[in-house]
Nanobody, 117 residues
Framework: QVQLAESGGGLMQAGGSLTLTCVGS?????????MGWYRRAPGSQRELVAL????????NYADSVKGRFTVSRDNSKNTMYLQMNSLTPEDTADYFC?????????WGQGTQVTVSS
């Protein structure tokens, strides 16, 4: 069973930066079709933040984070990152890493990010 574990969340002032880390098991990030980050803000639905296409390695971002967030992976470390810059209070949410391998989807437990104004 593939496991994903996020870390790096916390409390940050607006304008600051934070890097989230997701460690996967079983070389998931080198074999997954898709991988990325979702978030769920209080009272809101889960939304896609950033997605990496496994084959090409290209990434897509939600409009709300374009130019501020960068998703990357290090296959040698079975790790995916989300670099978040210029944080705003609207970025406050629980962040989840995600991977899809064939028909199987995997989720981490989430890490909380709180941005104060």
């Amino acid at each position: 069973q593939v496991q994903l574990a996020e870390s790096g969340g916390g409390l940050m002032q607006a304008g600051g930066s934070l890097t989230l880390t997701c460690v996967g098991s079983g070389n998931i990030f080198s074999s997954a079709n898709f991988m990325g980050w979702y978030r769920r803000a209080p009272g809101s639905q889960r939304e896609l933040v950033a997605l990496i296409f496994g084959g090409s390695g290209s990434a897509n971002y939600a409009d709300s984070v374009k130019g501020r967030f960068t998703v990357s992976r290090d296959n040698s470390k079975n790790t995916m990152y989300l670099q978040m810059n210029s944080l705003t209070p609207e970025d406050t949410a629980d962040y989840f890493c995600y991977a899809r391998q064939s028909a199987s989807e995997y989720w981490g437990q989430g890490t909380q990010v709180t941005v104060s104004s």
